[in-house]
């Protein structure tokens, strides 16, 4: 018996096997741990001899022998611990042959003078800040920066001291301050107006930049350029201008309930983040920062910062540049879907970023309470805004693949708004004073790894939030993360 034409078309296609998705451009890599093993994250560095050392919350020191082994084999990667008895470190740096990390109440320095494997020198570089007890009173760092200083930043108290009545904050001194320890052995103030800037890091030049959380002052997470004399707009943090050696002038009584942007001009010394992080769309609460400084071993974003989202578990990219001398740039999703919150990025020598990871105390997406993840390039190219920089008319987009021509050179194939936050001592913002931007005109370059956008409405200070849509590649596929929000604190004065 023959069957009709059409049954046969129609197994044919039941058969079929399917089209094999498409290989990822980045696979995410949990560490299976040993058993009784609970790494809860708080600090990555990288070892001279490729071996990676972190610090866990509950006050230890482990060494991952061989990142760079099956994370699904504990036993190929191995693990050891070298130190512990600390307080809550939250921070790991390699410096001058030696291990450093920020404990609550200092900067302490950890060495093997017998050269057993383990710590047992724990020397104390700094100290000084106000610890009260109170429960938010979280230090991060050390980060070094250009000259070899070390930088570290401590949270507002957020609470009464713990069984102390009777004392006042001024007597509990820098909370909501960035710290610097020369290499001479100093501790000075540089910055203030912090929340909890629980992420601090360099770029590729070795200027240092931080992040803060959305809260009081704060309508959304910021990244911060942290320099000497700094104000970034935290009132807390301005009991301590007048103290000997504070480089941060009284800007005397804050104005509240009008934006970011004219509190930017009224308020004395107040400077405005490099970059904001829109609430909820790009995350409820920053942490950890790194830059890939791989040469091309994690893809196309190099010299870019890669920022924790702890609360909705993800990792965002962010490009900077500078206009006329401050920084400025945009954000961009990266990775998501994580075990649970990130709290410290740190690459591996091969070019692999760590996602160390914790929930403890906080509330965050996942499956697991703490871990490490390990995020690596395949070497498949994704299509994506590599790069989004300001003109004085619009801005240029940088393609990690050639655009479609007829696609990308279409106006409607892009959205525009922008926005700020007020400025208050309030929790949060919501977006304010929103208005369309006009994309009016659209150019590829020749090779169609770049566009030219002419824009119509750009407002200084404000974020510019751009939807590319409707662009495609050369291949048809859809831009993966096709939203950036660019923080235009300068427009650029026109050639």
Not at 249 to 273: F, M, N, Q, S, Y
Not at 442 to 450: H, P, Y
Request: charged letters at 20%.
């Amino acid at each position: 018996m023959r069957l009709p034409a059409l049954l046969l078309a129609i197994v044919a296609v039941a058969v079929a096997p399917a089209a094999p998705a498409p290989k990822p451009a980045y696979t995410v890599t949990p560490y299976v741990l040993p058993d009784g093993l609970k790494l809860e994250v708080s600090g990555v560095a990288q070892l001279p001899d490729g071996r990676i050392a972190v610090s866990i919350r509950k006050g230890e020191i482990w060494v991952l022998e061989h990142p760079d082994a099956d994370p699904a084999n504990p036993r190929a990667v191995g693990y050891k611990r070298i130190a512990s008895g600390l307080h809550e470190p939250i921070g790991l740096l390699w410096h001058n042959g030696a291990l450093i990390t920020m404990q609550r109440t200092e900067l302490t320095r950890l060495r093997d003078l017998d050269g057993d494997g383990v710590i047992d020198d724990y020397e104390c570089l700094a100290k000084g800040w106000g610890v009260s007890g109170a429960y938010h009173e979280y230090a991060y760092g050390p980060v070094a920066d250009a000259g070899g200083n070390l930088w570290i930043t401590l949270n507002v108290r957020m609470g009464a001291p713990a069984k102390m009545p009777g004392h006042r904050a001024k007597e509990f001194p820098w909370r909501g301050w960035a710290m610097r320890l020369t290499p001479e052995g100093v501790l000075e103030p540089m910055c203030a107006g912090f929340r909890s800037p629980s992420g601090i890091g360099r770029d590729a030049d070795g200027e240092i930049f931080g992040t803060d959380q959305q809260g009081n002052w704060w309508g959304t997470n910021p990244i911060l350029h942290l320099r000497r004399g700094a104000f970034f707009g935290n009132k807390d943090s301005l009991i301590d201008v007048g103290r000997d050696g504070s480089p941060v002038r009284d800007p005397g009584v804050l104005p509240e309930e009008i934006t970011v942007v004219e509190a930017a001009k009224r308020v004395p010394g107040l400077v405005p983040p490099a970059v904001w992080l829109p609430y909820v769309k790009l995350g409820q609460s920053s942490t950890g920062l790194a830059c890939d400084v791989s040469g091309g071993k994690f893809g196309p974003f190099e010299k870019q910062l890669f920022v924790g989202e702890f609360v909705l578990s993800w990792v965002n990219r962010v490009f900077l540049e500078k206009v006329d001398g401050e920084f400025q740039g945009a954000a961009f999703r990266f990775v998501s879907g994580l075990d649970c919150g990130p709290l410290s990025l740190g690459f591996l020598r091969d070019g692999s970023l760590l996602v160390g990871e914790t929930n403890r105390g906080w509330n965050s997406q996942g499956t697991r309470s703490f871990g490490l993840e390990r995020v690596r390039w395949t070497g498949v190219m994704p299509f994506e805004i590599r790069a989004m920089r300001a003109q004085s008319d619009g801005f240029v987009l940088e393609l990690t693949k050639p655009v479609d021509a007829t696609s990308a050179a279409r106006a409607d194939s892009y959205a525009m708004t922008s926005y700020t936050y007020l400025y208050h001592q309030k929790y949060g913002s919501p977006e304010t004073d929103t208005q369309p931007v006009a994309v009016t005109g659209a150019t590829v370059s020749a090779d169609g790894l770049t566009v030219r956008l002419r824009c119509s409405g750009l407002r200084a200070g404000y974020v510019h939030e751009l939807t590319a849509a409707g662009v495609r590649s050369r291949d048809g596929e859809p831009i993966a993360n096709a939203t950036g929000y660019y923080t235009l604190n300068r427009i650029p004065r026109a050639p």
